[in-house]
Structures are given as C-alpha cells and as structure tokens.
C-alpha cells in the first residue's frame, strides 16, 4: 500500500468520524430540541392549568361572597319578619280584646239608638211645623232601620246623628218649600218659608194670602196684606233671586222665648 493509498484511507476515516460525530451531534441537537419543545409545551400547558385555576379560584370566591351577603340579607329579612309577626302578634291580641268587648258596646249602643229616636219623635211633635212630611217620613224610615238585620248598628248610629243634624239646621238655616197647612179646620197646600226657629211663613200659590205661624197658640195666623212684601222679599231671598238683606217678618217665638230675647 502507498503512501498515497494510505493518506486517502485516513482522509476517507477521518470524514467518516467526522460524519459520525456531526450525526451525534446532530440528533443531540434534535433530541435537545424536542425535549426543550416538551418542556415549553408542559410549561404552556401548566401556565394553562394555572390560569383556569386561577379563575376557577375567583369565582368561587365570588360565589362565596355572594353566598355570604345573600345569608347576611336573609338574616335582615328574618329579622324583620320576626318584627312583624310581633307587631301582628299584639294587633291580634287587641281585636280579640276588641271582639270581646263588641257585645258589651253593642248591648249598651242600641237602647241609647231607640232613645234618640224617642227623642228625635218628641222634637218632631213639639217643634214648629217646619216640613213635617219630611220628617215623619224620615223617622218612620228609621224606626223601620233599626229591626233590619243587614244595616250595621255603625251605619243605624250614624243615620240617626244624620237626621239630629238636618234638626239643627232647620235651627240656623234658611229653607223655602211646598206642604199643607191647617187653617180654619181647612189643610192647603201653600209655599211655606222658615228663617231658623225665629220666623215660619206661609203664603198661597197665587200669593194673595199670607200666614204665620204662633208658636204660643200653636196655630197659623193670616197675616195683614201690607206683609206680604216683605214675606216675598224672603222668598225670593231663599230663592237667590234676590241679595241677602234685612229682612221684616212676623217671629214664630213663645212668649218665654220673646222675653228672652
């Protein structure tokens, strides 16, 4: 073997180290690469994990202080049940107080009812004729009232002080109307006027005839025709077809009630 041959061996063995060693090399690399490849994809996949539980994390802990103020508004709820239950509580103990007493209220309202209405009867018959169909028939319909069983006593008692109120007003007020009178042993129908208890007046329909009434004698007395002038100025007064101003009437007052005066 030459030299030559010998020197191509060597050249030939050391290229195929070489190749050896740079095919080592490479794979090295390759296998460095895949694992670092591995490692960040393990990392990627660790950060992922990280992150969901992350915020796994923070819902929980928002579920958990939702959880928490919905227990704290409940305690406020219950808490204010309890107070109402206590107020209801103590409002049911007064109505059964109230129920019980009821009978006895009820026992003692009704005869005080029938002596109103005794004594609403006695008004009606002493006072001055003022509407007296008005007021029979408004009494009668309340005697009847009082033996219906589907009027309350609460609504029984508060048509009687009703009918005691329109008996003061015939008191204080100024009324015009059409009703009978008693005259001679005669009933007409007339135009009758009333200014309070002070003045009853009364004139025919075809205003030529003029009364008043005496509360000494309990009687209609006819009137002068000179009055009549001045018993149309308060009729027209009550009609408003005139202005309010003094008025001259005949007074309806017994004698204890002029003295007094």
């Known amino acids: 073997m030459n030299h030559n ?7 030939a063995g050391l290229s195929l180290v070489s190749s050896l060693a740079f ?19 393990s990392a990627a996949n660790s950060q992922k994990k990280v992150v969901k539980s992350s915020a796994q994390a923070i819902r929980l802990e928002a579920d958990i202080a939702a959880i928490k103020r919905e227990v704290h508004n409940l305690e406020v709820y219950q808490k204010h049940l309890n107070g109402l239950i206590s107020s209801q509580t103590e409002e049911l103990a007064s109505y059964d107080s109230q129920i019980s007493k009821i009978d006895d209220t ?9 002596e109103m209405l005794e004594g609403l009867e ?7 004729p003022i509407r007296t169909e008005a007021r029979a028939k408004r009494l009668t319909s309340l005697k009847h009232m009082m033996t ?39 009933s007409m ?18 205003r030529q005839r003029y009364w008043a009434w005496d509360a000494s004698q309990k009687v ?13 100025k308060a009729f027209d007064v009550a009609a408003k077809q005139a202005s309010p101003s003094l008025l001259k009437l005949p007074v309806s007052l017994t004698q204890g009630q002029e003295i007094s005066q």
């Open 148 to 186: 219906q069983a589907d009027v309350s006593d609460a609504e029984k008692y508060r048509r009687i002080l009703e009918a005691y109120q329109i008996e003061m007003d015939y008191g204080t007020k100024m009324g015009a109307y059409s009703g009978p009178i008693q005259f001679d042993g005669k």
């Open 220 to 232: 209609w007395l006819e009137q002068n025709s000179r009055l009549g002038h001045d018993i149309d």
């Open 23 to 41: 095919a080592s090399q490479q794979s090295t690399l390759q296998q460095s690469q895949n694992i670092e490849t591995q490692i960040t994809k």
């Open 5 to 11: 041959t010998m020197r191509t061996l060597l050249v």
């Open 106 to 114: 009820r026992q003692s309202i009704v005869p005080l009812m029938y």
């Open 189 to 206: 129908i007339v135009e009758q006027l009333y200014l309070g208890r002070i003045a009853l007046v009364a004139r025919s329909n075809d």
């Open 122 to 128: 006695a008004i009606n018959a002493n006072d001055r």
